[in-house]
């Protein structure tokens, strides 16, 4: 009996250590999800600290030989983020299937690194525990939209606008569109985590400086940044039939950055109170303030920034909060943070090797402490930690190599450190809770099957001519006439182009490759020749232009003809067809390329002197590309071109980049907002009058006086709705008699309440319900309630009885419709009345330019945005012909008038007083008979028609003259009286 005792004690102590861990892990695991916590029981520690980066490689080898094979073989890493700088991004020859073929292999990759028999142990050697269960890569990238730079597959999928191109249609339908389609199509190619949408809020635009966002956000206001937000991720979530993970960025905002956060830590002054309010909402949208599941971000990106005031001190900065544990904790104890962090929230380090970061290390950019960057961001709350260009000075070659050792230092730490150990299995269990609401729970082997991961052929999920549709839609949804006004038009563009009109186009081309030449063929991002083919496309069959007086040029041809030197970037190559981002729409046909003979300055000031039209296709304006700023150069230098012909300019980009002079000299300035394809088909239409712009710009213009706060308040031109309902219906059914009693609760409904551009107010708009009794002269003070979705609701007690009137204003916007709720003592049964308010003020309505026919591709579906009423434009009386030299001759006029008015009163022996005074009188006299005939007062109009210009010289003169007999009449009568009192006393 006693040896068998000694030899189970003996067993159980060499086969101890193989169920150690194991039963460990069972008891610490800190996952309530008993599938998360058998799969982390069955990892190693290299395993489990492997899952918490995400790395990128070169180029598309994934080979044994390949440093991507070894990082996912060998350090076990959680996923991979493609880039196609890194040339991850196959050439333009089926790029959708290279992709797939890619991600196919990488998941293939760590598939068979789980199934690999344990080698069998040496001599006196334990047996190595088994690898564990398969666990499906993240395979992560960007896609923010309208191409280069920030939407890394470029070709073979639906070219999907910008943020802000959605932003400028104010439809939240439309966001979840395109998140739709980039869903739907990313999940195709195996790809299960996207980079975004960027919920950065841009209350602040800087144009001029080197940070400023662009058109990657979704506007200036936090509501609609928010709303837009949410839909943008539910369609992702749709769209993939769950199978994306969303990762919102930039954590908590970048908006108030005045540099590129990837090249400098920036440093902004706001307090952890005022992020609440601007920069932090729309993560709180789609946290813990989500309406719905889908509409919830699987991640947050945090991002390199930091901030001086954050507690209150305002000498006192914060480390970028990538980085910063007290910071990062702060924020995350917010309630809305806080829950959605308990159900699983995951957060990711945006880049942890771009140069921002290196230098905040290591200014003197001599070393990059790689082990203590990755410790740093992780140990401040990250659980997944990018390593892009994560290599030391010059070391580029060396990336595989600096990642393995720190991975290994975290494995080491992981073994050595209790508090480590327990904050990595803290976000192993929030990263492998996240793929499991990928791929569904784990097989009864534990882990997940290849087979779900894999994807076949993806033309059965990409359908470009529906999702081109879509985004055709969105552009007409979008393009905005930022400068004139609407209804001045016509006044500016009388018409549009006709055959007999030349037309002169010069485009902003930039060219940039789908991965690093020459493996792909440089593209313009807008072709020199884009907007012709689409005015050729749509109007040359009906003969609307003549195709031989369009001619295109480039802006560095205009700027060599303006004198400067042209940048060195190269003439676009020809091509047997257009990128997508060139093609105009849907349904326009495409041109062959022409090779395009060389420009010269000559030919530049030829056409301009023919041109009837000039229109200039604008991106953003960089220090980098010096001819991007041309146009600004040419409205300056060149005035008398500017004023002889009909300036257009398109803005592709951001609509904040000229300043009001600038606008002031082009008869239209509208906003694109993106360069993809059916954005430059509407650009055409827009031009042509084919469609009426509906849009308006989601961000402020400083320059031009257009106030984001200003315009998403109440438009005080319109007559706010109000009904009244009983509480069980939400105030929606009209309550009926014999609810009208003493004591009931009734629903007041207030809305939808727009704003100036004809929108439904921010939530949280402030709305007053004015209650009163006239007959008993009884004022009640108003009922106070916010908007939600452009409504505003308040609960109303009956507690009188009488008539009951009710209004309700938000201000600046005061006239509402006026509700009557009767409640007789007997008698008359109770009732409501609406009464609508008197009419404003009449005024004269601004007629429309014209009368825009219905376009002929995919109809616009209809929004669900009002339509706003078109606020009348106020307009003085007519006024006569009053110029700058009929104001000269008038002055000179009064002067010989009233010097002699000067002379005849001191030679008739009237005091220097007395001369002053008939001096002014004439003067005075003169200006009451010109400002009469200025101002279009009755009879000025007759007179212009007998006497022309000379009229306001005529009536002032004789307003003159009648004056200094106005006055020697009186000074007569005054003689006469005198005289005759004389007599009197006499």
């Known amino acids: 009996m006693a040896r068998r005792v000694l030899v189970g004690l003996l067993l159980l102590a060499l086969l101890g250590p193989l169920f150690a861990r194991p039963l460990m892990a069972a008891a610490e695991c800190p996952s309530p999800d008993q599938d998360i916590c058998a799969l982390m029981i069955r990892m190693s520690p290299a395993e489990k600290v492997g899952q918490l980066f995400l790395v990128t490689f070169t180029g598309t080898n994934t080979g044994p030989d390949s440093d991507i094979y070894k990082l996912i073989h060998n350090s076990h890493v959680g996923g991979v983020v493609l880039l196609s700088s890194n040339g991850n991004i196959a050439p333009d020859t089926n790029t959708p299937g290279a992709v797939v073929s890619l991600t196919n292999s990488?998941?293939?990759?760590?598939?068979?690194?789980?199934?690999?028999?344990?080698?069998?142990?040496?001599?006196?050697?334990?047996?190595?525990?088994?690898?564990?269960?398969?666990i499906p890569l993240f395979i992560a990238i960007d896609h923010e939209g309208d191409g280069f730079p920030y939407t890394r597959i470029r070709n073979g999928l639906t070219p999907v606008p910008n943020n802000m191109a959605i932003g400028a249609t104010w439809t939240i339908t439309h966001a979840e569109t395109v998140g739709r389609i980039v869903g739907q199509e990313l999940s195709?190619?195996?790809?299960?985590?996207?980079?975004?949408?960027?919920?950065?809020?841009?209350?602040?635009?800087?144009?001029?400086?080197?940070g400023d966002l662009g058109t990657r956000?979704?506007?200036?206001?936090?509501?609609?940044?928010?709303?837009?937000?949410?839909?943008?991720?539910?369609?992702?979530?749709?769209?993939?039939?769950?199978?994306?993970?969303v990762v919102a960025k930039h954590f908590p905002g970048h908006g108030g950055s005045d540099r590129r956060t990837d090249e400098e830590v920036a440093t902004v002054t706001k307090s952890l109170e005022q992020l609440k309010q601007i920069e932090l909402a729309p993560f709180f949208a789609v946290t813990g303030g989500a309406e719905e599941p889908a509409q919830v971000a699987d991640a947050l990106l945090t991002s390199h920034i930091r901030y001086r005031g954050f507690q209150g001190n305002i000498r006192a900065s914060t480390l970028p909060i990538s980085?910063?544990?007290?910071?990062?904790?702060?924020?995350m104890s917010l309630p809305q943070f806080a829950s959605w962090r308990q159900l699983g929230g995951v957060v990711v380090s945006d880049?942890?090797?771009?140069?921002?970061?290196?230098?905040?290390?290591?200014?003197?950019?001599?070393?990059?402490?790689?082990?203590?960057?990755?410790?740093?961001a992780f140990l401040a709350?990250?659980?997944?930690?990018?390593?892009?260009?994560?290599?030391?000075?010059?070391q580029a070659n060396r990336q595989r190599q600096t990642i393995e050792?720190?991975?290994?230092?975290?494995?080491?730490?992981?073994?050595?450190?209790?508090?480590?150990?327990?904050?990595?299995?803290?976000?192993?269990?929030?990263?492998?809770a996240l793929k499991k609401k990928l791929y569904g729970p784990p097989g009864k082997t534990g882990g997940w099957a290849l087979e779900q991961t894999q994807r076949g052929d993806p033309r059965d999920k990409v359908n470009l001519s529906q999702s081109l549709n879509a985004i055709f839609e969105i552009a007409q949804d979008a393009v905005t006439l930022i400068s004139p006004p609407l209804e001045e038009l016509t006044n500016r563009v009388p018409r549009p182009p006709v055959r007999d009109d030349y037309i002169v186009i010069f485009t902003d081309v930039r060219e940039a490759a789908q991965c690093p030449p020459p493996r792909c063929q440089m593209r313009p991002l807008i072709a020199r020749t884009a907007l012709e083919k689409a005015i050729l496309a749509l109007r040359a069959s009906s003969g609307e232009v003549d195709p031989s007086h369009i001619r295109s040029f480039s802006f560095a041809d205009l700027q060599q003809f303006l004198g400067a030197p042209p940048s060195p970037t190269p003439t676009p190559s020809p091509t047997p067809t257009e990128s997508p981002e060139a093609t105009p729409s849907p349904e326009a046909t495409s041109l062959p390329e022409v090779t395009p003979t060389p420009t010269t300055a000559a030919q530049v000031a030829e056409w301009l002197n023919r041109a009837d039209w000039i229109i200039f296709a604008m991106l953003d304006i960089v220090p980098e590309v010096p001819e991007s700023s041309v146009v600004k150069t040419f409205l300056a230098q060149r005035p008398d071109l500017a004023g002889a012909k009909k300036v257009i300019v398109l803005a592709f980009n951001a609509p904040y980049y000229l300043d009001a002079t600038e606008t002031s000299k082009v008869a239209a300035y509208y906003g694109l907002y993106s360069k993809v394809g059916p954005f430059v088909d509407v650009a055409v239409r827009a031009l042509f009058r084919e469609i009426t712009p509906r849009g308006a710009s989601p961000v402020s213009i400083r320059s031009l006086g257009y106030d984001l706060t200003v315009q998403t308040q109440p438009d005080p031109g319109q007559v706010i709705a109000l009904s009244v309902g009983t509480i069980e219906s939400g105030g929606l059914a009209t309550p009926s008699p014999e609810v009208l009693?003493?004591?009931?609760?009734?629903?007041?409904?207030?809305?939808?309440?727009?704003?100036?551009?004809?929108?439904?107010?921010?939530?949280?708009?402030?709305?007053?319900?004015?209650?009163?009794?006239?007959a008993e002269g009884l004022e009640l003070p108003p009922l106070t309630a916010t908007t939600r979705r452009g409504i505003a609701e308040v609960d109303l007690p009956l507690d009188h009885v009488g008539q009951l009137e009710i209004s309700v204003s938000a201000e600046p916007a005061t006239r509402s419709i006026k509700l009557q709720i009767t409640i007789p003592q007997s008698g008359t049964p109770p009732a409501v009345a609406t009464v609508a308010p008197p009419p404003a003020t009449p005024t004269p309505t601004p007629v429309p330019p014209t009368e825009t026919p219905t376009p002929t591709p995919p109809s616009p579906t209809p929004t669900a945005s009002p339509t706003p009423q078109p606020t009348p434009a106020l307009s003085a009386g007519n006024a006569g012909p009053v110029s700058l030299g009929s104001l000269l001759v008038v002055l000179v006029g009064l002067g010989l008038v009233g010097a002699g008015s000067f002379w005849w009163g001191r030679h008739g022996g009237a005091s220097l007083v007395g001369a002053i005074r008939l001096l002014l009188l004439s003067w005075l006299g003169g200006l009451i008979g010109y400002n009469y005939f200025a101002l279009g007062l009755p009879g000025a109009e007759v007179l212009a028609e007998s006497w022309g210009a000379w009229s306001v010289v005529a009536l002032a003169w004789s307003g003159a003259v009648a004056a200094l007999g106005g006055y020697m009449l009186l000074a007569r009568l005054r003689v006469r009286t005198s005289n005759r009192r004389e007599r009197t006393r006499g």
């Open 351 to 376: 880049s942890l090797g771009v140069g921002a970061v290196k230098r905040f290390y290591d200014p003197s950019g001599k070393d990059f402490p790689n082990q203590v960057v990755a410790r740093d």
């Open 405 to 432: 050792e720190t991975i290994d230092f975290f494995r080491r730490r992981y073994e050595e450190d209790t508090a480590f150990r327990t904050r990595v299995d803290q976000s192993l269990a929030r990263i492998l």
């Open 323 to 331: 980085f910063d544990q007290a910071a990062f904790s702060l924020l």
């Open 106 to 134: 990488l998941q293939s990759i760590a598939y068979q690194t789980s199934i690999e028999p344990t080698p069998a142990p040496a001599p006196n050697e334990l047996p190595s525990a088994p690898p564990a269960p398969f």
């Open 741 to 774: 009693k003493i004591g009931t609760t009734l629903r007041l409904r207030a809305g939808p309440i727009l704003d100036h551009n004809g929108h439904i107010v921010p939530d949280g708009t402030v709305a007053q319900f004015r209650r009163s009794y006239p």
């Open 217 to 245: 956000t979704f506007g200036g206001d936090p509501y609609w940044v928010s709303v837009m937000g949410q839909a943008y991720i539910k369609g992702v979530h749709l769209g993939s039939e769950g199978r994306m993970a």
């Open 381 to 394: 709350g990250n659980d997944l930690l990018i390593l892009s260009e994560f290599y030391k000075p010059g």
């Open 188 to 210: 195709a190619l195996g790809i299960n985590m996207l980079l975004g949408p960027s919920l950065d809020v841009l209350d602040n635009p800087h144009p001029e400086g080197p």
